[in-house]
């Protein structure tokens, strides 16, 4: 608990900076959908080049004091708070000067949020333990970031953002003062060596790597069009509570699930059967349309048991392959690049997903029946064309990354 913790208001904070924010200038401030996704695709890969540096700077972190480490988590946690108050509630409500704005203040916000979950993962992963154990150690903390998510998809809606804001602050402050008292992290087995090219010259690495970034994007491109989704497809803006609610309660329910199945099937066996049951579910999806408000509340729960997997064991599988390659010490470098991939899904499947949608006639509020069929055919197909890709790729590599990670 005093590790996972700080998974919260990280969680917490990342749905609304990538699910609410786009739907929010789009719907409040009127910024066309183009722009919104070529800002959004700009910021997020400056985002994502910077992780693998920040995963340097965990490493000399953890070689130095413990009272370093934790001041520097600190300062970023401060500057993650302010940048995300600052974004919901902008000075300037139209023109570049908005798109500015937004623009610096997701920068100052993703390398507070970047350096601060780069930091928590590589603890995790020098907790060390056999498969099941760094499967529990990780589901620990993504159980308590679903709780937070869980409580950001509601909160917006029932408070407002303001208070959002503040629930957000106090639970980072919480999070932190838990972690300072979390078990100790295990030592180097040798002295750094800090080069940001070391994890992709492991052959292991760079196999996880393609499957997970393939995976990524069919989880981002969803998480960006669900708002869009509900309200126009389903004419349901009043569920999106519960439908958000379901999926991320689902997510948290199913993890101690997963956990077990890894004891009999192994982490990759595991992953692949969660990639067979988010498959299941978007090909449901597809056939939905107004007011089947019931039937998508069962897509969320599948689609959220679904994502239990895909929080609880990707990370448990990198954590094996750092160990089985001899670079305990070097985790930060490993967990860089690893964000690095889930930032460039986010910033693909902004840039990408959110202007095709506009070639292809749909916008906000528009229900023609050709706007209304991309939007059904990015959201729901899209994503299973991805995730049979993603499950190709481990599915071929599964054996070797068996023999490397379930020691």
């Known amino acids: 608990m005093r590790y996972g913790a700080l998974g919260l208001p990280l969680a917490f904070v990342a749905l609304p900076l990538y699910v609410l924010l786009p739907n929010h200038y789009a719907s409040a401030y009127g910024v066309p959908l183009a722009t919104l996704g070529a800002l959004l695709l700009a910021v997020r890969l400056f985002d994502a080049v910077v992780d693998p540096f920040l995963g340097l700077v965990v490493d000399r972190l953890f070689a130095g004091s413990r009272a370093r480490l934790l001041a520097t988590a600190a300062g970023a946690a401060a500057l993650l ?5 600052g974004l919901f509630f902008p000075p300037v409500h139209a023109g570049a000067a908005l798109l500015a704005w937004c623009a610096a203040l997701l920068v100052a916000a993703y390398l507070g949020y970047s350096l601060l979950a780069v930091l ?3 603890w995790g992963a020098r907790l060390g ?11 620990w903390r993504e159980g308590l970031a679903l709780a937070g998510v869980l409580v950001a998809s509601v909160l917006p809606s029932l408070a407002g953002l303001a208070v959002t804001s503040a629930v957000f602050a106090v639970a980072l402050v919480l999070g932190l003062l838990l972690l300072a008292q979390a078990p100790r992290p295990l030592a180097a087995l040798s002295a750094p060596r800090f080069d940001w090219r070391l994890p992709l010259a492991t052959p292991a690495f760079r196999r996880l790597l393609a499957v997970y970034l393939v995976n990524g994007i069919a989880s981002a491109v969803p998480a960006t069009l669900v708002l869009f989704f509900v309200r126009d497809r389903l004419q349901a803006p009043a569920w999106e509570p519960v439908f958000l609610a379901s999926y991320f309660a689902a997510g948290a329910l199913a993890m101690p699930l997963w956990v077990r199945l890894v004891a009999r099937l192994g982490l990759a066996r595991s992953w692949l059967a969660g990639m067979a049951l988010a498959v299941a579910a978007f090909v449901w999806a597809f056939s939905l349309g107004a007011g089947d408000t019931l039937a998508f509340t069962a897509v969320c729960v599948a689609s959220g048991a679904a994502l239990g997997a895909d929080l609880a064991l990707p990370a448990a599988l990198l954590a094996g392959v750092v160990r089985a390659a001899g670079h305990t010490g070097r985790e930060g470098a490993y967990f860089g690049w690893w964000n ?9 499947a902004a840039g990408v997903a959110l202007p095709l949608l506009g070639a292809f006639g749909y916008a906000p509020g528009v229900r023609t029946p050709e706007a209304l069929g991309a939007l059904a055919a990015a959201y729901c197909l899209l994503p299973c064309a991805l995730k049979l890709a993603a499950g190709a790729l481990l599915w071929r590599c599964r054996s070797r990354l068996h023999e490397e990670t379930e020691r």
């Open 120 to 122: 928590h993962q590589a």
């Open 81 to 85: 708070a302010v940048a995300f108050h």
């Open 129 to 139: 333990g056999d498969a099941a154990g760094r499967a529990r150690v990780v589901s």
């Open 340 to 348: 690095f991939a889930t930032k460039l899904n986010l910033a693909l």
